[in-house]
T-cell receptor, first 113, second 112 residues
Framework: GENVEQHPSTLSVQEGDSAVIKCTYSDSASNYFPWYKQELGKRPQLIIDIRSNVGEKKDQRIAVTLNKTAKHFSLHITETQPEDSAVYFCAASMTSGTYKYIFGTGTRLKVLA | DGGITQSPKYLFRKEGQNVTLSCEQNLNHDAMYWYRQDPGQGLRLIYYSQIVNDFQKGDIAEGYSVSREKKESFPLTVTSAQKNPTAFYLC???????????FGEGSWLTVV
């Protein structure tokens, strides 16, 4: 079946450095790719998303890139801060009227002060 | 996000009991979802509903039941058949199926 692979599972970076998390999806019909941030004990919150007709999207220190040919998309966080420490989930979805919202397994990001 | 209310936030269940988690949304969303999250793990889909009076099983529906009698409400019952129900339960909704999913604040269920 369809799946989304997410790497790495854990990532530690020094404050101020960049962090990159990568996801690979299997269903070539996927056309929507959101990223969620989940702090400890809280709900996942949408931080950025991208649609298949766009190759890159930026919002301040975060950006997402999409390579449809390779079927992978990545989250980039620049100038990391301690408050960026959380678990990040990617997802791949197909806006087709059926449930095709497949989540990755999550990446635990630790930003070391 | 702010329009999805889950209750209770913390719930304790005795062995053999059924418990019901409430989820209400005022976003006028057609689609609603229930996910289970075990500590340090990802999100697993229990049930989803595209529209009132319709719902579909997700990946781990055994031991759970739902109803969708009103557009704004999607309660989840954890039955005694669910042998290991201790987890964080997240309700979510989206405008229609396949669009951006937004989560409620979650409910912690512990078996005592």
């Amino acid at each position: 079946g369809e799946n989304v692979e997410q790497h790495p599972s854990t990532l530690s970076v020094q404050e101020g450095d960049s962090a990159v998390i990568k996801c690979t999806y299997s269903d070539s019909a996927s056309n929507y790719f959101p990223w969620y941030k989940q702090e400890l004990g809280k709900r996942p919150q949408l931080i950025i998303d991208i649609r298949s007709n766009v190759g890159e999207k930026k919002d301040q220190r975060i950006a997402v890139t999409l390579n449809k040919t390779a079927k992978h998309f990545s989250l980039h966080i620049t100038e990391t801060q301690p408050e960026d420490s959380a678990v990040y989930f990617c997802a791949a979805s197909m806006t087709s009227g059926t449930y095709k919202y497949i989540f990755g397994t999550g990446t635990r990001l630790k930003v070391l002060a | 996000d702010g329009g999805i209310t889950q209750s209770p936030k913390y719930l304790f269940r005795k062995e053999g009991q059924n418990v019901t988690l409430s989820c209400e949304q005022n976003l006028n969303h057609d689609a609603m979802y229930w996910y289970r999250q075990d500590p340090g793990q990802g999100l697993r889909l229990i049930y989803y509903s595209q529209i009132v009076n319709d719902f579909q099983k997700g990946d781990i529906a055994e031991g759970y039941s739902v109803s969708r009698e009103k557009k704004e409400s999607f309660p989840l019952t954890v039955t005694s058949a669910q042998k290991n129900p201790t987890a964080f339960y997240l309700c979510a909704s989206s405008i229609v199926i396949g669009t951006t999913i937004y989560f409620g604040e979650g409910s912690w269920l512990t078996v005592v």
